[in-house]
């Protein structure tokens, strides 16, 4: 019997739902056929559909969420998201329970995949690391009004910090030369300017990447115009999701773009794809999106040569022809699901024509895992950036749910501001400066906010937040507040943006 001579590495598993099972199942008996099996062990945990069903509102059972937090790796196949009823989708919450901070695809375009890049001689082949846990994607979202409801955007230092820390380190793994921000801190200019900031601070660490910052409304002009002037893209979450299809649509679609959701103890590994529920159980599905995610985890956990030979055997049947229905050349027969592994596996050990792929490591180099899971943390951690940080009060904004018109709204709330250490300075309706100046052609609606403002004499820091609870309780009286923020300075400068129009 063979000594083992290094532990296997236990990855956790969900087939998924829809065609899940049908790919998971070929991207393993591929796995299978490369060796990968010597290494890992992989363990089947419950999770999506057939969880939700059984009236489990998180997607999960406990049994799943302790065996990935032991592994440190879970494998995914595609998970339905109950539609409606108030059930979040399972693969967000998968992505932000476990800090998995950092989505990297790789976009590249691949032999046999026609696109008219392709047939332009055009080269697609860039990174996009999108912000997996932040952002809008919080869901945290109110009705304030009969006509209003509001969504709350997050954006963190540390959050920022990490996700760039972790694309800079990649790119230079890679040997990359240059890096891009996406954004829209011309407009969203205290979260997005948040994350360029944060982007230009920790580029310092890495010198040699050259940087720049592109709007992303531009971006996704220059990505379509010429893709091949990326190499590395960073967005801000939602952008990034959205961006991140885009850039699929480049290389062939959805079924060709590989995903890793990267996080500092456990890293989510799955096709981008959904379940494809019109053509699930008949054996027809693509199954290349969820190899080439497998890819990414075999080198995450150090399996370079398998990796590469699967690589390699993946492009060699492309190159070839070899397809299934939703790609390729339709002159030539669409193979099943499980055929199409099989002429993957029979092409282990062959080199592309094109000169694409990967060398592969002699043998006995770089077959084992590297990877070690780090210690379960022993209590959640508050990350933090900014230290010794010195803020004071200087008033708040209250959200109001009324209809009266801005004078109305302006002479109610002058009147609850007398007496106080606060002056009304502000009305807007949906960001846009209504009071005390704005456009007759301005529409309301029925949710107003009113800034107040420390009056002149009184200074920053001359009392602490109950003198705007006060305040906000006088409003209350006569009216419903549908919210409220305190306004604060940040070592003298203002934490909180002006109106449109102001
Ligand atoms: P989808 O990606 O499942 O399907 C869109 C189209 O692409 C369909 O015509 C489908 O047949 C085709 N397609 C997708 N993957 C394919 C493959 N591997 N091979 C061949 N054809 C493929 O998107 P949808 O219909 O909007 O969503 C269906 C379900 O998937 C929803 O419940 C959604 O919540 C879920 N979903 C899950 C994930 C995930 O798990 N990461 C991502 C997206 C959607």
Redesign the pocket.
Known sequence: MAVDSHPKVRIALVP?D??GGE?MGATLDLLQAAGVNEHVEFVTVEMGREVFEKGNTRGMTDQAMATVEDCGILF??????P?GGGGK?I?VTARKIWNAFANLRHFQSLPGVSTVYSQAGIPVNFYIVRENIEDTYGGIEYRHTNDVIQGKRLTSAPGCDQVHRFAFQTARRMGLKKVHCGHKANIMKMTDGLFLERFRVVAKDFPEIETADVIVDALCMNLVLRPQQYQMIILPNLQGDIVSDLAAGLVGG??FAPSANIGRHISIF??????????AGRG????T?LILSGLMMLRHIGLMRQAAMIENAVLCALEEGVR???FGDQGRPALATADFTRAIIDRLGKTPRSGKGSPVPAEGTQDKPTFVKPPRPIHQEVIRTYLNVVSHVCGCDVYLDTALSPIAVAEEMTRAAADTPFKLTLISNRGTQVWPTGSIYTECVDYYRVRFEIKDGVRPGDFGQSRTIALLNRIAEKFTVGSYELLRTFDGVKGYSMAQGQ
């Not at 995914?76 to 998201?81: A, I, L, Q, S, W």
């Not at 027809?284 to 199954?287: L, S």
């Open positions: 998924g829809g065609i790919i995914k196949g595609p998970m339905e998201t539609k989708s693969n959805l079924g799955e096709a981008v794809h959904g379940t494809a529920p019109d053509i027809i599905a693509n199954p999106s299934t229905g939703d």
